[in-house]
């Protein structure tokens, strides 16, 4: 506490003398309570804190996400190069060639 004022302690009394430390309520580091206390505090985070576990399942849902869409992105480029080869070694040329012949036609018939 701040101010002048006489701190208590655990069981309610008053320090006996200013300079000496307060108790601490769960007593020294390797006691008992303490342990039961770090136990205590590590089943609690098991059981309830899924940060971790939804944290994994995150990185597991993108992980899979980005291989699927990778997947599925190379299939589409896959299509898109055979249509395109296609175009340029079949339909290209036919089109060419069939216009050609309409032209040829509309030349003979007007000249």
Same mark, same amino acid.
């Given at each position: 506490?701040?101010?002048?004022?006489?701190?208590?302690?655990?069981?309610?009394?008053?320090?006996?003398?200013?300079?000496? +430390? +307060?108790? /601490?309520?769960?007593?020294?580091?390797?006691?008992?309570?303490?342990?039961?206390? +770090? /136990?205590?505090?590590?089943?609690?985070?098991?059981l309830l804190d899924h940060r971790p576990v939804i944290q994994g399942e995150t990185r597991y849902f993108v992980k899979e996400f980005e291989e699927k869409r990778g997947l599925r992105e190379m299939r589409v480029l896959e299509n898109l190069r055979n249509m395109i080869r296609e175009t340029n070694e079949h339909t290209l040329p036919k089109c060419r060639e069939t216009m050609q012949d309409s032209l040829n036609d509309v030349l003979q018939r007007y000249l």
């Open positions: 506490m701040s101010g002048g004022g006489s701190e208590t302690t655990v069981g309610g009394e008053a320090a006996a003398g200013g300079g000496e +430390k +307060k108790r /601490d309520s769960l007593g020294t580091a390797g006691s008992p309570a303490h342990l039961i206390i +770090k /136990d205590l505090g590590e089943i609690h985070s098991r």
